[in-house]
T-cell receptor, first 111, second 115 residues
Framework: TQLLEQSPQFLSIQEGENLTVYCNSS?????LQWYRQEPGEGPVLLVT?????EVKKLKRLTFQFGDARKDSSLHITAAQPGDTGLYLC???????????FGPGTRLSVLP | NAGVMQNPRHLVRRRGQEARLRCSPM?????VYWYRQLPEEGLKFMVY????????ESGMPKERFSAEFPKEGPSILRIQQVVRGDSAAYFC?????????????FGQGTRLTVV
């Protein structure tokens, strides 16, 4: 079974704080995606990482793929209330395989 | 470039009726994935299809559920004789053909309520 774990499950912080959420697996993935989902909406793709050790930055968001391509982290600098949502990671093993999702980290940024 | 389109957005069915959920993938995408999400939970994989083929249906219940992706037209997720436990949000995603760096793009989902 290809399992993705995410931690923490819930996170509530004040506006302006920094945070890191994690996505871990015992499996190696050829690529890993991060999504954000708001209530009543579908997940929105934030980034895809494919190379072990890869770091991608998207404004205040920094994504890292572990060297062994089994884990990933998402760091948010100076969080804003608009960052509130469910952050999901999803892994693909290779072309033609379905995407496996983690259970998500539910982030709440308080003004 | 239109995104993944799902309809209806909301669907109410009585127990025992059939539910048909439609998904039109992004232009140029020939891979479709269906996921189910219960409130406060993550996405559970159901089925993965390419045009006219089911590639992986390991997440789909053996009874009452079926999916298709015909050569022409949208992908359909069909639930027969719905029960209250089928109430959930059903999301469809599509991805383009080819490449290891496959990315999936999601629709806004269909929220099924069984009464």
């Amino acid at each position: 079974t290809q399992l993705l774990e995410q931690s923490p499950q819930f996170l509530s912080i004040q506006e302006g704080e920094n945070l890191t959420v994690y996505c871990n697996s015992s499996s190696v993935f050829s690529s890993l995606q991060w999504y954000r989902q708001e209530p009543g909406e579908g997940p929105v793709l934030l980034v895809t990482v494919v190379t072990g050790g890869e770091v991608k930055k998207l404004k205040r968001l920094t994504f890292q793929f572990g060297d062994a391509r089994k884990d990933s982290s998402l760091h948010i600098t100076a969080a804003q209330p608009g960052d509130t949502g469910l952050y999901l990671c999803a892994g693909a093993h290779n072309y033609g395989q379905n995407f496996v999702f983690g259970p998500g980290t539910r982030l709440s940024v308080l003004p | 470039n239109a995104g993944v389109m799902q309809n209806p957005r909301h669907l109410v069915r009585r127990r025992g009726q059939e539910a048909r959920l439609r998904c039109s993938p992004m232009k140029g995408h020939s891979h479709v994935y269906w996921y189910r999400q219960l409130p406060e939970e993550g996405l559970k994989f159901m089925v993965y299809l390419q045009k006219e083929n089911i590639i992986d249906e390991s997440g789909m219940p053996k009874e009452r559920f079926s999916a298709e992706f015909p050569k022409e037209g949208p992908s359909i997720l069909r639930i027969q004789q719905v029960v209250r436990g089928d109430s959930a949000a059903y999301f469809c995603a599509s991805s383009p053909l080819g490449g290891e760096n496959t990315e999936a793009f999601f629709g806004q989902g269909t929220r099924l309520t069984v009464v």
